[in-house]
């Protein structure tokens, strides 16, 4: 076998760390061109204004623009529902809270009735006796 054959089969290793010697992590594309395509970036990478532009993809592209948009137009959608989700948690949430806070009033409310009729219960047996 040639050594230019051998070359040309060298894969290139995958990166644990960038120039400025941080851990690199995985992030997922969402962009129309790599939809859920799984990267390795610097952490540095998405903060503004960073002059940092490492990155090393993971998965392969994919070639055929049909299935890219797709799966861009699932996480589209994936992030309406999520969105959708969240302010209907927040509605359903102060909706427990309102009822909550109006079950607490009438608890307070009943113990008063209670207490009142108990107190008119005495007055009425003590009025009673005294008339007697």
């Known amino acids: 076998m040639s050594s230019s054959s051998s070359t040309s089969n060298w894969i290139r290793p995958i990166p644990t760390h960038y120039f400025c010697d941080l851990p690199v992590v995985e992030r997922t594309s969402h962009t129309p061109a790599n939809p859920a395509r799984r990267f390795l ?16 993809f993971l998965d392969p592209e994919i070639s055929n623009g049909y299935y890219r948009n797709e799966m861009h137009n699932l996480y589209i959608q994936l992030q309406q529902a999520r969105r959708e989700m969240q302010v209907q948690e927040y ?9 909550e806070s109006q079950l607490n009033e009438r ?17 009425v047996f003590v009025m009673y006796f005294l008339t007697n």
């Open 41 to 56: 970036c610097c952490p540095k990478h998405s903060e503004s204004g960073s002059q940092c532009r490492f990155y090393h």
């Open 107 to 123: 608890t307070v409310t009943g113990d008063c009735y209670k207490k009142a009729v108990v107190v008119v219960i005495i007055v």
């Open 91 to 99: 509605t359903y949430r102060t909706r427990i809270h309102d009822l």
